[in-house]
């Protein structure tokens, strides 16, 4: 089984920064993509910036110019700075990799549970 754990959610005042990072663990042979999504209350998920192994990224418009995710191949792990944060930005962000478990040959996406983001306008 594979496990993903993400950290450094809470609140923060509108223009403030906050980091987010999470971990993967378990019967891991390879990541593929590894991303950050987010559910606003009332709004469906969406992606908000994903990276391959090879460190290419994505981002949603919303968030372009201000968030910026980042990985460490070697410890599984996947970050989002959050810089210039908006109250619509408010959302329970979810971490996800594409796993390639060991003993299998095709990459399944695992979710975290999420953490909390709140900016207080």
């Known amino acids: 089984q594979v496990q993903l754990v993400e950290s450094g959610g809470g609140l923060v005042q509108a223009g403030g920064s906050l980091r987010l990072s999470c971990v993967a663990s378990g019967n891991i042979f390879r990541i593929n993509s590894m991303g950050w999504y987010r559910r606003a209350p009332g709004k469906q998920r969406e992606l908000v910036a994903s990276?391959?192994?090879?460190?290419?990224?994505n981002y949603s418009d919303s968030v372009k110019g201000r968030f910026a995710v980042s990985r460490d191949n070697a410890k599984n792990t996947v970050s989002l700075e959050m810089n210039g944060l908006k109250p619509e930005d408010a959302a329970v962000y979810f971490c996800?990799?594409?796993?390639?478990?060991?003993?299998?040959?095709?990459?399944?996406?695992?979710w975290g549970r999420g953490t909390q983001v709140t900016v207080a306008s």
């Open positions: 996800q990799s594409q796993v390639v478990a060991e003993g299998t040959v095709a990459g399944r996406p695992f």
């Open positions: 990276i391959t192994s090879g460190g290419v990224t």
